[in-house]
């Protein structure tokens, strides 16, 4: 008779489990080194002061 019940132990007969733990282990590594190079956020900064150039500029011209 076959024994269709949930595997037991830590048989994975899909591998999901062993995908899902290899993407949280390397996850914080590559957060890290994209934090510490520092371009993403040199790159908001400068967007978000652009940004607010560009609207006062708007505005000067609005009202001036």
Do not use: Y
Not at 21 to 49: C, K, M
Request: charged share 10%; hydrophobic share 50%.
């Amino acid at each position: 008779m076959a024994n269709n019940q949930a595997p037991q132990g830590n048989h994975d007969p899909a591998g999901s489990t062993q995908m899902f733990r290899a993407f949280v282990d390397e996850a914080p590594q590559g957060r890290q080194a994209a934090a510490s190079s520092g371009g993403p956020r040199i790159g908001l900064i400068l967007g978000v002061i652009a940004a607010v150039a560009i609207i006062a500029a708007v505005a000067w011209l609005a009202l001036g």
